[in-house]
């Protein structure tokens, strides 16, 4: 009874917060819940014409396509291995960037190098790209002049396959660790300043001030950013890659979200590109909950579920 | 009040139909057609006394009543006039690069008439260029199967070719190259006898512009000196794939000694931007492939900052073909002209008439030069423009053509004498070139059952990118000559001969049923 009551108490006594669900779940119900139905066009031969009712089923036929294809085990091996560089080199970038700008004490440059990394986050990856492949470029490029004043051979790196990962992971890492690091910077902030002033009295230096007391209150963000990031890694945005992309490089750049581009949207096979999507969100789910799995197994308190 | 305004209205309505209805009795020979039609230039237009349109009028017995739209406020109009319902007998509306996505959308909700049948059985002239042109027909077909309008049919097919630098030329003393060894000497002395005359060794002997993720767009025009193919082709009623022809290795081996000596740009598949202007405007360029009239404008724009900038086009380079040729070529159907038949049109039949009249000699040659003696004369049994339409002193030449009635955006067919006698000349004189020596049938466009585009989809979509990327490693020289025949007899093995198949069946049942 008592139970009940309070279970009643908590929705009136926050009614506010209850109404500002609201919009988030009609955003998650409107795109994400309802558009699942559309996966049943990964087993039809869909016709936009004839309709999802009227289509021909066709069963695990696209799946087959995918899996038979001689260049599922190439675009699986880029994606992975590009979703592996962006973990091993571009998580821990921004963490570090924030433990940075965090240990700054002028104010005035800790605000100009964060506003500095945090402006390429909003720059379109059309013009980063473009900016890219003219800084990488062998007779104008920024890069190649410097290799040559240093009396090295200029290389055309975006024509060189085994650079196209080092690149792009690159790439990936200025334009989006300064906005990364806002999440962390944020969770600086909320490490209570006695723990520091304890630290030193106890006698504790700069690192190890870092290492038991800043490490550890960043923790959970860091577990949560990873779990995130790991669903993630699999899908690699296509436009990223094919504006970076040529002919020359296809063996290391072709991942699977280029091929459900040129198929997909390119020759309007909707329902190749529904099988190769949901295989994509299989991929992803497992993905995150092993990992959540792993971090519960580890430190019980910072997992997601 | 109330009442009143509608007594009005009433009132209103009934005299409007009454007199449209005396209307129809009194002229009872005339048909009364009321053309809603986009102006093709911002002049202002005498609508009752254009005698090439007083003469249509006559000889097709009906009275067109133009109501012309300026181009600034036409899309407006449209879509007010659909909304109201209330539609002109006759609509002649296009939208630029979205072409005549609106009038098909309407169309098919009922807007305009279909023109299948009323073409079939009263406009032979316009059976013969709409219906009975595959080409045509395919480019003016409605998602629904119907075709919703009139099109105006351009006479120049020829879309892209070859252009080289005649002042660059003459600085390493030499000749224009036909063939693809004389191509390559002239590369050479591009890239070794400073053309641009700097000092500095800064030539790209030949720049490509790229489309999308198609890196040989322009550059895989070479192919044709060596009667190879970049894609599927017809031999002898045989479809075949090119890059599985013998004859593709020599073409690749062609670019891939252009590349390796850097005669083609070293960057041509990576340059951002644009590789066109940025490098002919840094003076840098000697030599490219792409669209006529575009190309031919840079003399125009660079000829100020470029002292003796002669950009011209030449023929497409020969190696083993029998002849120059290229299958690069563009649609008949221009998405800037053309006209419909409104559903509450009161005479379809008579309309059709009309517009099919236009489509025959004496109408088109009223439509494109008008009335003889008046805005043309007859020189050597071709019609050339008066001084009324060349040398006006208050109009340009296309407004000049305009207010006297002539091209304008509506169902026609363009004379090909109309367009020598009109815009850039160097582009004129390419494209005249090429239309008259060198373009070829192109590879059909072919329909395919479910089944067949299933096996396309599935095995054609690997064939596709297989062959991008071998094509640009050969270029790069990534792979040597040697290995062309095992890296091309593998698309075999990737479903080629299925997809061949699927190909030869569906153009067989488009030409030898």
Not at chain 2, 313 to 322: N, V
Not at chain 2, 424 to 451: H, K, Q
Request: contains cysteine; proline residues 4%.
């Amino acid at each position: 009874m008592i139970k009940r009551n309070k279970k009643k108490y908590e929705l009136v006594d926050h009614k506010a917060l209850w109404i500002m669900l609201i919009p988030v779940l009609i955003y998650f119900i409107l795109f994400k819940y309802l558009p699942m139905a559309g996966v049943v066009i990964a087993f039809q031969r869909y016709s936009p014409f004839k309709g999802v009712l009227a289509s021909d089923w066709v069963g695990l036929e696209y799946f087959r396509q995918f899996f038979s294809s001689i260049y599922f085990t190439r675009v699986l091996r880029n994606t992975l291995m590009i979703g592996l560089f962006d973990l091993l080199f571009g998580f821990p970038f921004p963490i570090i960037l924030a433990l940075l700008l965090n240990g700054l004490s002028n104010r005035h440059f800790k605000k100009l190098t964060q506003t500095i990394t945090l402006l390429p986050h909003f720059v379109s990856f059309v013009v980063v790209a473009g900016i890219a492949i003219n800084m990488l470029s062998p007779s104008t490029g920024v890069i190649n002049a410097l290799r040559l004043k240093l009396g090295l051979d200029s290389i055309y790196f975006l024509q060189e396959p085994k650079y196209f990962w080092g690149i792009f992971t690159v790439i990936k890492i200025i334009k989006e660790s300064g906005f990364t690091a806002i999440i962390y910077l944020a969770a600086l902030t909320t490490i209570d300043p006695t723990l520091y002033e304890a630290a030193i009295c106890d006698g504790a230096n700069r690192a190890q001030q870092l290492k038991y007391v800043t490490f550890p209150a960043l923790i959970p963000t860091i577990v949560i950013m990873f779990i995130i990031k790991i669903g993630k890694i699999i899908s690699i945005s296509f436009e990223q890659i094919l504006l970076l992309q040529n002919d020359v490089i296809l063996s290391t750049s072709e991942v699977i979200s280029t091929l459900v581009y040129r198929r997909g949207l390119v020759n309007a096979d909707y329902s190749y590109a529904t099988a190769v999507g949901l295989f994509e969100t299989f991929v992803a789910l497992v993905l995150v909950l092993s990992s959540n799995a792993i971090v519960r197994r580890i430190k019980n308190d910072s997992s997601l579920w | 009040m109330k009442k009143f305004l509608l007594t009005i209205t009433l009132c209103f309505l009934a005299t409007t139909l009454f007199a449209n209805g005396a209307n129809e009795q009194e002229s009872s020979e005339k048909v009364n057609l009321d053309v809603w039609a986009v102006k093709a230039a911002e002049v202002p237009i005498e609508t009752e006394s254009l005698a090439n349109w007083k003469k249509v009028e006559d000889l097709t017995n009906v009275k067109l009543n133009w109501q012309l739209i300026s181009t600034q406020v036409k899309d407006e109009q449209f879509n007010l006039i659909m909304t109201s319902g209330n539609l002109p007998d006759v609509m002649a509306f296009y939208e630029g690069k979205k072409g005549f996505s609106s009038v098909n959308k309407f169309g098919s909700q009922g807007a305009f008439l279909p023109l299948e049948d009323l073409i079939e059985e009263n406009a032979p002239n316009l059976k013969k260029v709409i219906l009975d042109d595959p080409k045509v027909k395919e480019a003016l077909v409605a998602a629904d199967g119907h075709i919703y309008y009139i099109p105006m049919l351009s006479a120049l097919n020829a879309a892209r070719g070859w252009f080289i630098r005649y002042d660059w030329l003459d600085a390493v003393g030499m000749d224009v190259p036909t063939t693809t060894d004389e191509l390559y000497d002239v590369l050479v002395a591009f890239r070794d006898k400073d053309p641009n005359k700097n000092g500095i060794k800064d030539e790209i002997p030949m720049v490509f512009r790229r489309r999308g993720d198609d890196a040989f767009y322009n550059l895989g025009a070479l192919a044709y000196a060596f009667d190879a193919d970049p894609s599927w082709v017809v031999r002898d009623g045989k479809v075949e794939y090119g890059p599985a022809e013998e004859q593709y290795k020599d073409y690749l081996a062609y670019i891939a000694k252009l590349y390796s000596e850097k005669l083609i740009d070293q960057e041509v598949l990576t340059r951002a931007g644009n590789p066109r202007s940025d490098l002919f405007g840094k003076n840098v360029a000697g030599c490219i492939h792409d669209w006529f009239a575009s190309t031919a404008s840079l003399n125009d724009t660079l000829n100020s900052e470029i002292p003796g900038f002669n950009l011209r086009h030449m023929a497409p380079p020969l190696a083993t073909a029998s002849k120059p040729f290229t299958r690069i070529q563009m649609s008949k159907v221009r998405g800037d002209g053309g006209w419909s038949i409104s559903y509450s049109n009161p005479d379809p039949v008579a309309t059709i008439k009309m517009m099919d009249f236009l489509f025959s000699p004496e109408g088109s040659r009223l439509v494109n030069f008008g009335v003889e003696g008046d805005t043309y004369t007859m020189e050597n049994g071709q019609p050339v423009y008066t001084s009324k339409i060349t040398n006006n002193p208050e109009r340009g030449f296309h407004e000049s053509l305009v207010t006297n009635g002539l091209q304008w955006k509506i169902g026609l067919q363009q004379d090909i004498e109309y367009e020598k006698q009109f815009a850039n000349e160097i582009a004129t004189e390419a494209r005249i070139d090429y239309m008259d020596n060198y373009i070829v049938e192109e590879f059909p466009t072919l329909s395919f059952t479910e089944d067949e585009r299933m096996i396309i989809d599935d095995k054609f979509s690997q064939i596709k990118l297989y062959t991008a990327e071998m094509t640009a490693k050969a270029l790069v020289g990534g792979i040597k000559p040697s290995q062309y025949d095992q890296v091309f007899s593998k698309l075999n093995t990737m479903g080629l001969k299925e997809v061949q198949a699927v190909y030869q069946a569906a153009y067989d049942r488009k030409y030898n049923k």
